[in-house]
C-alpha cells in the first residue's frame, strides 16, 4: 500500500559514460524523455582523459551519481596480453583495441547496475557500428533480464544536431562543429572517427 505522500522512485538508469558527446547529450536526454535517475560509470581502461574531470561533467549534467572503475590492470592482464599473443589485428593491421575492451567494460557495468539495483543500462554507441552489437550481446549474454537503452538509435540526432541540442541546454561537451571528432582510447590502442573521416 502506498499513501498519497509517500514519493515513488524514479527508475534508475545506468549509463555507460564515455564523457564524451553521445554520452553527456544521453544525460540530459534520458532524464528529459525518461523522466529517471541516471547514474553513469566510466570504466577506465587507459584512456588519456582527466575521467575525475568526466565525472564532475557527469554530475554537471544532471547525474545522481557518477562512477569510474579502474579496470587498467585487469584489461592490460586478461584481454591485452592475450590478444597480443594471439596477433589479434584486424586484417592484419588494425588492433583490436576498441572491440576488445567492451566485454571488460560490459561485465563492469552489469556488476555495478546490479549492487546499483538499476534494471536498464543505456549506451552511447551509434546505430551504424558494431560496437552497438558488442555492447548490447554482452549485457544480454550477462543479465538476461536486464533492459539496454541506445539513445543516440532513439534520438535519430546528426552529430551536429547533438552539437546544438548541447549548446541549446548548457551541457558541456569536450567537441565543436568544426572539430567533432570522437576519440576511443585504452592501454593498447587509440581509434578516431567521425563523419568526415568515414
Known amino acids: 500500500m502506498e499513501s498519497s505522500d509517500q514519493k515513488k522512485e524514479k527508475p534508475k538508469i545506468l549509463l555507460a559514460y564515455s564523457g564524451g558527446l553521445d554520452t553527456s547529450v544521453a544525460i540530459h536526454w534520458l532524464k528529459q524523455m525518461h523522466g529517471c535517475d541516471v547514474v553513469t560509470v566510466t570504466v577506465d581502461v587507459g584512456q588519456t582523459d582527466d575521467l575525475k574531470d568526466a565525472m564532475r561533467r557527469a554530475r554537471a549534467i544532471g547525474a545522481s551519481r557518477a562512477w569510474v572503475i579502474d579496470a587498467k590492470k585487469e584489461f592490460a592482464d586478461a584481454y591485452v596480453l592475450p590478444a597480443l599473443k594471439a596477433n589479434a589485428l584486424y586484417e592484419g593491421n588494425y588492433p583490436l583495441g576498441t572491440a576488445i575492451a567492451r566485454p571488460l567494460m560490459v561485465a563492469k557495468l552489469v556488476e555495478m547496475a546490479k549492487r546499483l539495483g538499476a534494471d536498464t ?8 557500428g558494431n ?16 533492459k539496454v537503452m541506445a539513445p543516440t538509435r532513439d534520438w535519430k540526432m546528426s552529430r551536429e544536431e547533438e552539437i546544438e541540442y548541447a549548446k541549446a541546454h548548457n551541457i558541456p561537451i569536450p567537441v565543436t562543429v ?12 587509440r581509434a578516431i572517427e567521425c563523419g568526415v573521416l568515414e
Not at 543500462?121 to 551504424?128: D, V
Not at 552497438?132 to 536486464?146: C, H, N, W, Y
Not at 568544426?178 to 590502442?189: F, L
Request: proline share 6%; glycine share 6%; with cysteine.
Open 178 to 189: 568544426d572539430a567533432p571528432y570522437s576519440i576511443d582510447e585504452s592501454v593498447w590502442s
Open 131 to 146: 560496437d552497438q552489437v558488442r555492447f548490447e550481446v554482452s549485457i544480454m549474454a550477462l543479465a538476461p533480464d536486464m
Open 121 to 128: 543500462i543505456a549506451h552511447g554507441c551509434t546505430g551504424k
